[in-house]
């Protein structure tokens, strides 16, 4: 008796696999079929004729169409999981995930030949002092671990003038609450300034996106939406979010942002090419890193323009943080009223990434010796859970992950869990030890079949 294997899922005609296979195999998800093996497969589980086998061909019978004996069991727990020989990625958190002949997962296979993609932002370290604002750089401050080195890295470290800019989410944790009251007292560089959606706003928003989405997570994109205009107004050189590098990789992964998109921001042809397209139409040709704040902005204001798509560039939250604000579309007004006025006079701030790594001792960022830094020097509370050290500014992340973790599980979204895959970079690369990884993921991620609490925290914000 023939069957279809383990997280392959016949779609149109397609058989597409949900998950992370190995390196010679990376990103082809996608079997096309022809009628005679779409109607061989809809009739499956089947035994099958010399005739049939001949018409799936070995390509279909080799990892799709298998005996039920081969049948691959997909595990329920991370107890049943399989773990990579190397780092903390499982075929539980991951399901689907491929493990080679040495018992390593994609990435560690992949790690050499990705170890030069940082980000798909101009990456700068340096800031230089500006000469036209007040403030050297803005931070999307969210008192979590990531943004928080931000701020000493940028203040202390560097002796910049810092904007903080906080959006106030209904689900902030009481420990980045309490650490952002720290960073106030600490770092005398640094200027705040917090902004929120009204209630009744942010409840059409989160109940859209949570019927796109199954979660409510709109970070950073809303506050993007909320603080453009201050950036333009107050002549801001450059901005950045709190990404740390496994997040970036994290994106490579998922199939979201293509080798071409890590290579964009240092390909000087194509930034000539857009820069001169710029300046035919009258408008002043992009410094580094604007291209990328007008294509973010428009994205949330507009949608997905042609090109981005055309690039292979996708990201299923942003597109569904995107349909949501068309709830309220009053939120987007000042926003498109800012991306005209700086495209034509060039007043766009800089969107670049510090890459956390460089900026660290022995060019490893020590999740453990950062938050140490921190609690010294910025009056940074660590999280309830000692163990957490991914995304540490929300109370309710574990329903984000939960909610990804189980619509990809049950092959309902092509969507790896971010935190899966982040967590498995980070003790990859030595942010963390495997077993601190392995720790996390039983202790504080919402990675489990039954839904998890902080799912009714979401759901009673914006039905009530």
Not at 405 to 410: A, K, L, V
Request: charged fraction near 25%.
């Amino acid at each position: 008796m023939y069957v279809l294997q383990s997280r392959y899922k016949l779609e149109n005609s397609f058989l597409h696999y949900y998950g992370l296979r190995n390196k010679k195999n990376l990103f082809k998800n996608y079997i096309k079929l022809n009628q005679k093996q779409l109607n061989i497969i809809n009739n499956l589980p089947k035994d099958l004729s010399n005739y049939e086998k001949r018409v799936l061909g070995n390509k279909i019978l080799d990892v799709a169409v298998v005996e039920e004996k081969n049948l691959k069991r997909v595990p329920t727990s991370l107890q049943e999981a399989h773990f990579c020989k190397n780092c903390a990625a499982n075929d539980f958190i991951i399901p689907g995930i491929e493990f080679d002949e040495n018992g390593l997962c994609p990435m560690c296979q992949t790690k050499d030949d990705t170890k030069w993609m940082k980000a798909v932002l101009p990456v700068l370290n340096d800031i230089p002092h500006s000469k036209k604002s007040r403030f050297d750089v803005a931070v999307f401050y969210t008192g979590g671990k990531d943004s928080t080195f931000l701020l000493y890295y940028l203040s202390k470290v560097k002796n910049l003038s810092v904007l903080a800019l906080t959006w106030e989410i209904p689900y902030m944790s009481n420990s980045a609450k309490l650490s952002i009251e720290g960073a106030k007292k600490s770092l005398d560089k640094v200027e705040f300034i917090s902004r929120k959606i009204d209630n009744e706003s942010l409840k059409k928003i989160y109940s859209n996106l949570y019927e796109l989405s199954e979660n409510t997570c709109a970070c950073p994109s809303l506050a993007y939406v909320l603080f453009y205009e201050i950036l333009v107004d107050e002549k801001i050189p450059y901005f950045v979010a709190g990404n740390e590098p496994v997040q970036m990789k994290g994106l490579y992964y998922n199939n979201m942002a293509p080798k071409i998109a890590f290579k964009f921001a240092n390909n000087k042809f194509l930034n000539a090419l857009i820069s001169f397209s710029r300046i035919l139409t009258l408008h002043p040709p992009f410094k580094k890193g604007q291209f990328q704040t007008l294509q973010t902005m428009k994205q949330l204001a507009y949608g997905d323009n042609i090109f981005k798509k055309l690039a292979g560039y996708k990201n299923d939250l942003v597109n569904n943080v995107c349909l949501a604000i068309k709830e309220v579309p009053s939120i987007l007004k000042p926003l498109k009223r800012a991306i005209r006025r700086s495209s034509w006079s060039g007043n766009i701030p800089s969107f670049i990434q510090v890459d956390l790594n460089d900026i660290s001792k022995d060019g490893i960022y020590d999740w453990k010796k950062v938050k140490d830094i921190l609690k010294n020097e910025c009056g940074y509370v660590d999280t309830e859970s000692a163990a957490k050290g991914l995304h540490t500014s929300c109370k309710i992340e574990k329903c984000k992950e939960y909610s990804q973790f189980i619509r990809f599980y049950n092959m309902k979204s092509s969507m790896i869990p971010f935190s899966a895959l982040e967590i498995s970079l980070a003790s990859r690369d030595k942010n963390i030890t495997k077993e601190e990884a392995i720790k996390e993921m039983k202790e504080s991620l919402g990675f489990s079949l039954k839904e998890v609490e902080e799912c009714q925290i979401m759901k009673q914000y914006f039905q009530k």
